[in-house]
Structures are given as C-alpha cells and as structure tokens.
C-alpha cells in the first residue's frame, strides 16, 4: 500500500470515538482469531464457549479501566479548561472595557480640541481688535506715523520786526487750537507731532514743543478734510484770533492744501511717577484720551 492510500476503514478510525474504537478493535480481534482457529471435532463445545466468554471477559474488564481511566482524565482536566475559558472570556471582557473607556476618552479629547478650537478662533478676533484699537489710540495721541490729505501752514515774524511783534507760544497755540477745532486729525509743528501733552513754552528767542527748541519759519501741517479745513478754521473762534494777530502783528502766513502730507509719530514720553495697573477701564481711557 503506498503513502497516499487510506487504510482501509482509514476514515471511519478518524471519526470514530475512543472507547467505541477500542472496543470494535477487541471484538474484531477475538473474532478473527476464533474464526482463524481449526475447528477440533474432538474438542468440547461447552468448554469453547466458556473460554470465548472469559475472554469476552477479560476484554470487557480492559474497557471498564479504559473507560474508568479516560473519565478520571476527563474530570482531572476539568477544572483546567474551565478556568481557561474563565481566564479568556476575563480577558476579553477586560479589552472591551478598555475599549470603551478609550472611545469615552477620544471623544472627551474631540470636543476639548473643538472648545480650544472655538476659544483660538475668539481670541483672534480680540487680538485683532485690540490690535486695531490701539493703533486708532496711537493715531489719536500722536504715536503712529500717519499719512493722509490736509493744510501745509507757513509761518514766520514780519521782517523787522522788533521783540514785541514776534510769534510768542499763545501765538502758536492760538493757531494749533484752531486747527483742531475746525476737525484737524493730527497736527506737527517742524517736525514734532502734538499729543494731548504737547504744549508751547516761549525759552528765549526759541520756542519748546515736546521739549525741543523750535525756531522760525515754523511750518505745521494738519491732515483733514481739505474740502472744509481752511474754511472751517476761518469760522473757529481761535481761527478769527489767529487772522487778527496775522493783520495786527505782521506775521507772514501762508495756508496751502496738500493731496499727501506724512507725520511723524510722537516722541515717546519718560514717565517717571505713572505706574502701570492704575486703570484697567476701558472707557475711562478712551473718556482720558478723547478730552
């Protein structure tokens, strides 16, 4: 019989359970060893069958240990598989709630990310108001650089004049006032920009503007509406002041609109006694600034 052939009954062997395998093999046996046998005329019939029942006997007494034997096993290896299984399905109930308490943790995370997302997005907006509130607070007290239409103001002593005709600083502040009435944005005098600090201090033949001598011709350039500014500064209470003293004291003055003029931004100011955290309104500091 080659390697590939089944024995015969091969597969029936296979299926077939233990204990019924091992007793047809038995039987099997006993009858092919009986019917090899030659029949003995002389032999006694009775004594045959009672030799065929012991060993029918002792056959059935190996079964009874086999059966004994592989049920013991059976009850031995019991308990093993049974905490096996235990183990196992523990095991698995274990994964599943690691499972789920990593889906509760996902979905926390998810919408943790989709608050800080929402919070990114509203701090934007208020660092992008803030920051273009405070360059219309750097406009408005003279701290940015700006550009726009406006007046070029030329202005300078009368010749020969004596010391009594010349332009004092309530002159200069008479004009720079009227200017801002009638709706100047941003005003510089020779090159300084007025804040809501600057003021003009006669020092000798020199004028101070933020602490810097000035010197005429004085030049002041004032952004505004150049449809209405010379006009409306005509009409100012301060504007009427300034042309009278332009009359009465000589002083050469010459008002000219401009399609661009460039302002310098404010020099920074030393604050020596201002501490940070003395006011946190708001409105309070925009009230301070706009007066």
């Known amino acids: 019989m080659s390697d590939r052939e089944s024995p015969p009954g091969g597969g029936e062997r296979i299926t077939l359970p233990l204990l019924d395998l091992i007793t047809r093999e038995a039987l099997e046996s006993e009858y092919r060893e009986a019917h090899a046998r030659p029949v003995d005329p002389t032999a006694d019939p009775v004594a045959g069958r009672v030799g065929s029942r012991r060993v029918t006997a002792v056959v059935c007494a190996v079964l009874g240990v086999l059966a004994v034997t592989a049920a013991v096993q059976t009850n031995r290896n019991a308990p093993v598989d049974e905490s096996s299984r235990a183990a196992l399905i523990a095991?698995?109930?274990?994964?599943?709630?690691?499972?789920a308490l990593l889906e509760r943790l996902r979905g926390d995370l998810r919408r943790t990310n989709d608050d800080l997302q929402v919070r990114l997005e509203q701090v934007i907006e208020e660092e992008l108001s803030e920051r273009n509130r405070v360059r219309r607070l750097q406009v408005r007290t003279g701290h940015l650089q700006v550009r726009g239409p406006g007046v070029r103001i030329a202005v300078d002593n009368a010749e020969g004049a004596d010391p009594t005709q010349v332009i004092r600083d309530e002159?200069?502040?008479?004009?720079?006032n009227?200017?801002?009435q009638a709706g100047a944005e941003a005003i510089s005098v020779n090159g300084e920009r007025l804040t809501v600090l600057s003021a003009f201090r006669n020092r000798g033949p020199a004028i101070l503007v933020n602490s810097q001598p000035l010197n005429p011709p004085y030049v002041v350039l004032a952004i505004?509406?150049?449809?209405t500014l010379q006009a409306d500064f005509a009409n100012t209470t301060s504007g009427l002041k300034w042309l009278n003293l332009v009359h009465a004291l000589g002083f050469e003055f010459t008002m000219d609109n401009q399609g661009s003029l460039t302002l310098p931004a404010a020099r920074p100011a030393t604050l020596r006694s201002v501490q940070e955290g003395l006011s946190t309104d708001r409105d309070v500091v925009d009230e301070e600034i706009a007066s």
């Open 178 to 180: 009227g200017l801002w």
């Open 224 to 227: 505004g509406n150049t449809a």
């Open 91 to 99: 095991q698995v109930n274990d994964r599943r709630e690691n499972l």
């Open 171 to 176: 002159d200069l502040t008479t004009l720079v």
